[in-house]
């Protein structure tokens, strides 16, 4: 029996070592998806979005660069899964529903848990990029609501 137990763990550990060598790594060439610019029912402003990677069974999220010209921000939104902000570029602003907005600046990162109501996007002055990761569940990613207002956007 002590045999038989030792055996089916040593074979759980060769399959499972298997299984992850039988994946390999994976570049997608700079450049080879097409920029887009962000839809007026989701942006507000001059928005760029670069996708960088595809959602997988193994990533569970979606992956982009994008790029806020000064004064451009997203729709108010929620994430089913949550998502990741990594800002690289310039000076930007997030705000969680009934919170006061927050600067956010290079190399910060900014979690957005699931559900949370927001808005994200440059400030009145500066342009911002940040590499978004949004977490999939059930196949979606995004929750889009109604836009963010000049005063919402402008309130201090």
Do not use: C
Not at 43 to 49: A, L, T, W
Not at 50 to 57: K, N, Q, R, V, Y
Not at 151 to 156: F, G, P, V
């Amino acid at each position: 029996m002590k045999n038989s137990m030792v055996a089916a763990i040593a074979s759980l550990v060769l399959l499972s070592g298997v299984s992850a060598h039988a994946q390999s790594i994976r570049i997608t060439p700079n450049g080879s998806t097409p920029s887009a610019i962000g839809a007026p029912a989701n942006f507000s402003g001059h928005v760029v979005v670069d996708p960088l990677f595809p959602a997988t069974d193994e990533t569970r999220a979606t992956t982009g660069l994008v790029a806020f010209a000064p004064g451009a921000r997203t729709a108010w939104h929620t994430h089913p899964a949550g998502q990741l902000l990594i800002v690289t570029v310039g000076k930007g602003w997030v705000q969680e529903e009934g919170q006061p907005r927050r600067e956010i600046n290079p190399g910060d990162v900014v979690w957005i848990p699931a559900d949370v109501k927001h808005w994200h996007g440059a400030t009145d002055s500066n342009g911002m990029s940040h590499v978004a990761v949004s977490y999939m569940r059930d196949g979606k990613n995004v929750d889009w609501m109604e836009l963010v207002t000049d005063e919402q956007y402008n309130a201090r």
